[in-house]
């Protein structure tokens, strides 16, 4: 009689499997971020597992921003934390630039689709103090612009105060990664055009912007929003024909 075994597990999917045996427990117990996790000898003891093997995937969840390590207190359910995503994006969105940019468009088609396609919600909601914050955004912009000099910050916090009428933290939050990808790859592109009237077009784009924000048009931001993300394409484009 032939005893067929069960094929043995390599140690990469044992550790994925160990670290999903960590985060089901995480929420089986209803542990919340701050939350402490058991100690490594009652984990250890619980899972079956030795402490050097718990470990490694400790580790791999510190890396996911799922557990934090507080030397001295212990391990803790970590708080939302989407640096994890933004280093992995960053580096894709860069590589890419090497091989044609593909991951890199496809980053800028995520981002011109979360802000295009929410944009009339936020109009909906948007308050008059928030509407005054992107009056004097776009004014420091302008101002800037007239004097040559980039707005990099300013135009970073006219897109965070867009949404922020939403009250979503976790959009806020995956805007900003994306905001910090996209403005990442911009940078590797080397190609920016810092000139005054770039400058000047830019901070007039966002002129256009909030004036649809303020007269309620939702078709038409949503519409000025896609169009946003024009430039980067071109020099995407451009790139992909050069390699």
Same mark, same amino acid.
């Given at each position: 009689?032939?005893?067929?075994?069960?094929?043995?597990?390599?140690?990469?999917?044992?550790?994925?499997?160990?670290?999903?045996?960590?985060?089901?427990?995480?929420?089986?117990?209803?542990?919340?971020?701050?939350?402490?996790?058991?100690?490594?000898?009652?984990?250890?003891?619980?899972?079956?597992?030795?402490?050097?093997?718990?470990?490694?995937?400790?580790?791999?969840?510190?890396?996911?921003?799922?557990?934090?390590?507080?030397?001295?207190?212990?391990?803790?359910?970590?708080?939302?934390?989407?640096?994890?995503?933004?280093?992995?994006?960053?580096?894709?969105?860069?590589?890419?630039?090497?091989?044609?940019?593909?991951?890199?468009?496809?980053?800028?088609?995520?981002?011109? *689709?979360?802000? #295009?396609?929410?944009?009339? /919600?936020?109009? &909906?909601?948007?308050?008059? =103090?928030? !509407?005054?914050?992107?009056? @004097?955004?776009?004014?420091?912009?302008?101002?800037?612009?007239?004097?040559?000099?980039?707005?990099?910050?300013?135009?970073?916090?006219?897109?965070?105060?867009?949404?922020?009428?939403?009250?979503?933290?976790?959009?806020?939050?995956?805007?900003?990664?994306?905001?910090?990808?996209?403005?990442?790859?911009?940078?590797?592109?080397?190609? *920016?055009?810092? #000139?005054?009237?770039?400058? /000047?077009?830019? &901070?007039?784009?966002?002129? =256009?912007? !909030?004036?649809?924000?303020? @007269?309620?048009?939702?078709?038409?931001?949503?519409?000025?929003?896609?169009?946003?993300?024009?430039?980067?394409?071109?020099?995407?484009?451009?790139?992909?024909?050069?390699?």
């Amino acid at each position: 009689m032939t005893i067929t075994r069960a094929p043995r597990l390599d140690a990469h999917a044992r550790l994925r499997a160990l670290t999903a045996d960590i985060t089901d427990l995480i929420l089986d117990r209803g542990l919340l971020p701050g939350d402490a996790l058991p100690t490594e000898q009652e984990l250890s003891a619980e899972l079956g597992v030795g402490r050097n093997t718990l470990r490694e995937a400790i580790k791999v969840l510190q890396a996911l921003g799922v557990v934090e390590i507080r030397h001295g207190f212990g391990m803790f359910v970590a708080a939302e934390n989407l640096l994890a995503l933004s280093d992995s994006l960053t580096f894709r969105g860069q590589m890419s630039l090497r091989h044609k940019g593909h991951e890199a468009n496809e980053l800028v088609d995520v981002r011109q *689709a979360l802000e #295009s396609g929410l944009v009339g /919600a936020a109009i &909906a909601a948007i308050t008059p =103090e928030q !509407l005054a914050t992107l009056e @004097a955004t776009v004014a420091t912009m302008e101002s800037l612009a007239a004097n040559g000099q980039n707005f990099v910050e300013a135009d970073k916090n006219f897109h965070r105060t867009l949404f922020e009428p939403l009250n979503n933290e976790l959009l806020s939050n995956l805007l900003g990664v994306f905001w910090d990808v996209y403005r990442s790859i911009h940078q590797s592109m080397d190609t *920016a055009d810092s #000139s005054r009237s770039h400058l /000047a077009e830019t &901070a007039h784009s966002h002129r =256009e912007l !909030l004036e649809a924000v303020r @007269a309620g048009d939702k078709a038409l931001a949503s519409d000025l929003l896609s169009s946003h993300f024009d430039g980067i394409r071109e020099q995407l484009a451009r790139m992909a024909d050069i390699r």
